[in-house]
T-cell receptor, first 114, second 113 residues
Framework: GENVEQHPSTLSVQEGDSAVIKCTYS??????FPWYKQELGKGPQLIID?????GEKKDQRIAVTLNKTAKHFSLHITETQPEDSAVYFC?????????????FGKGTHLIIQP | DAGVIQSPRHEVTEMGQEVTLRCKPI?????LFWYRQTMMRGLELLIY????????DSGMPEDRFSAKMPNASFSTLKIQPSEPRDSAVYFC???????????FGPGTRLTVT
């Protein structure tokens, strides 16, 4: 089955700096890669996703890149703010026309230092 | 619009008791997923349904776990009998027709003593 590795487990950055979280996946058939943000006591919230036919996607301060050859994808957050502090999860799935079960990485605790 | 609704939010029970967790997906969504989150194992898929039909239950840990989706607006996850190692946060998520994005509920924190 699919295996998703995520690094680092903890990331501390100064407010205003950029943060990068990296994930690798094992199954070359995976074609959908979402990123979730989880705040304490809440469910994971989808923040951005990318499909295998796209190399990069950007939404305001958040961007995701995908390297299918290396089976590697990354989340980039620019101009970090205190409200970006949370646990971030990457995930992968292979699906046809609709949703399929997600395999998650172990998460990255992002700490924004004021 | 209301998101995914889960109940109860917290459940404390004794070992050996039956536990039932409930989920109401977002209206119009036709795929429903149950996940479990623990410190040791992270977020794991337990089972998912498409149009009320179970598609993949390979993540269900053992026969003590069962899930049903009697209609498009309701699903249950039952543990009978419960054990301390079942303590975790259980999440339900739903997805719209043809879509891949999954929207998670707030979770049920289960503690089995």
């Amino acid at each position: 089955g699919e295996n998703v590795e995520q690094h680092p487990s903890t990331l501390s950055v100064q407010e205003g700096d950029s943060a990068v979280i990296k994930c690798t996946y094992s199954d070359s058939a995976s074609n959908y890669f979402p990123w979730y943000k989880q705040e304490l006591g809440k469910g994971p919230q989808l923040i951005i996703d990318i499909r295998s036919n796209v190399g990069e996607k950007k939404d305001q301060r958040i961007a995701v890149t995908l390297n299918k050859t290396a089976k590697h994808f990354s989340l980039h957050i620019t101009e970090t703010q205190p409200e970006d502090s949370a646990v971030y999860f990457c995930a992968a799935s292979k699906a046809g026309g609709g949703a399929d079960g997600l395999t998650f990485g172990k998460g990255t605790h992002l700490i924004i230092q004021p | 619009d209301a998101g995914v609704i889960q109940s109860p939010r917290h459940e404390v029970t004794e070992m050996g008791q039956e536990v039932t967790l409930r989920c109401k997906p977002i209206s119009g969504h036709n795929s429903l997923f149950w996940y479990r989150q623990t410190m040791m194992r992270g977020l794991e898929l337990l089972i998912y349904f498409n149009n009320n039909v179970p598609i993949d239950d390979s993540g269900m840990p053992e026969d003590r776990f069962s899930a049903k989706m009697p209609n498009a607006s309701f699903s249950t996850l039952k543990i009978q009998p419960s054990e301390p190692r079942d303590s975790a946060v259980y999440f339900c998520a739903s997805s719209p027709p043809g879509g891949r994005e999954q929207y998670f509920g707030p979770g049920t924190r289960l503690t089995v003593t």
